[in-house]
């Protein structure tokens, strides 16, 4: 049996109206007698609202624009069928409004993308077929215990101590190394600690622990 593996790539773009648009859109198809209603439920739930009344000597440049204002809140039939309209798309998809590019458009724009001439003609491309082969590379020993040492409970400085004494590990999990040749070893922040052997072998074992 014959397996393969093969990389599929999606685009998707998601449009969703906020409530707050959805309600906006509500007000805007309301006749002219159900909006007065709604505005006056909500100034007696709402003690802070206030009406901004025309006073009567108002000028004609107030009038012309509270006209406009009026004119703004007329819709066209047309466009209250497109309200309408979206109002049950909105009903029926719990999670409003939603486009999005159908995954069999992706897969026949992805499929007329230019292939490079292996593909086109079948072959497999050796490289790939020697990474596929290839064993994953596991941690190494001093990579692991150092893994585990960085949440080890210890003051800063057996830290660092530790963390030099783990990195001038063997394969076999010895330390071969003097502690004077491996504070040499060592980063500068280590040797401005001056470790005596005894911290050394505070250290190591910590480690050994």
Same mark, same amino acid.
């Given at each position: 049996?014959?397996?393969?593996?093969?990389?599929?790539?999606?685009?998707?773009?998601?449009?969703?109206?906020?409530?707050?648009?959805?309600?906006?859109?509500?007000?805007?198809?309301?006749?002219?007698?159900?909006?007065?209603?709604?505005?006056?439920?909500?100034?007696?739930?709402?003690? +802070?609202?206030?009406?901004?009344?025309? &006073?009567?000597? =108002?000028?004609? *440049?107030?009038?012309?624009? %509270?006209? $406009?204002?009026?004119?703004?809140?007329?819709?066209?039939?047309?466009?209250?069928?497109?309200?309408?309209?979206?109002?049950?798309?909105?009903?029926?998809?719990?999670?409003?409004?939603?486009?999005?590019?159908?995954?069999?458009?992706?897969?026949?724009?992805?499929?007329?993308?230019?292939? +490079?001439?292996?593909?086109?003609?079948? &072959?497999?491309? =050796?490289?790939? *077929?020697?990474?596929?082969? %290839?064993? $994953?590379?596991?941690?190494?020993?001093?990579?692991?215990?150092?893994?585990?040492?960085?949440?080890?409970?210890?003051?800063?400085?057996?830290?660092?101590?530790?963390?030099?004494?783990?990195?001038?590990?063997?394969?076999?999990?010895?330390?071969?190394?003097?502690?004077?040749?491996?504070?040499?070893?060592?980063?500068?922040?280590?040797?401005?600690?001056?470790?005596?052997?005894?911290?050394?072998?505070?250290?190591?074992?910590?480690?050994?622990?």
């Amino acid at each position: 049996m014959r397996f393969q593996t093969s990389q599929q790539m999606k685009l998707g773009q998601h449009m969703k109206l906020a409530p707050r648009m959805i309600q906006s859109m509500e007000i805007l198809q309301m006749p002219l007698a159900e909006l007065r209603e709604r505005i006056e439920q909500e100034l007696e739930s709402n003690p +802070t609202l206030e009406v901004a009344e025309i &006073e009567a000597g =108002a000028g004609l *440049d107030e009038r012309e624009g %509270a006209s $406009a204002n009026e004119q703004a809140l007329n819709i066209e039939p047309e466009s209250a069928g497109d309200f309408a309209r979206l109002d049950e798309y909105t009903e029926s998809n719990p999670d409003a409004a939603e486009n999005t590019y159908s995954d069999s458009r992706v897969t026949r724009d992805f499929d007329q993308m230019p292939r +490079t001439r292996a593909s086109n003609s079948g &072959e497999r491309d =050796a490289k790939i *077929d020697a990474m596929a082969a %290839a064993p $994953a590379r596991g941690a190494s020993l001093s990579e692991q215990l150092l893994a585990q040492w960085s949440l080890t409970d210890v003051n800063d400085r057996v830290k660092l101590m530790g963390e030099a004494i783990i990195a001038n590990l063997e394969d076999d999990g010895y330390l071969r190394v003097e502690f004077d040749e491996l504070e040499e070893r060592s980063g500068q922040d280590l040797r401005d600690l001056k470790p005596t052997e005894a911290d050394w072998e505070l250290a190591l074992q910590a480690v050994q622990l």
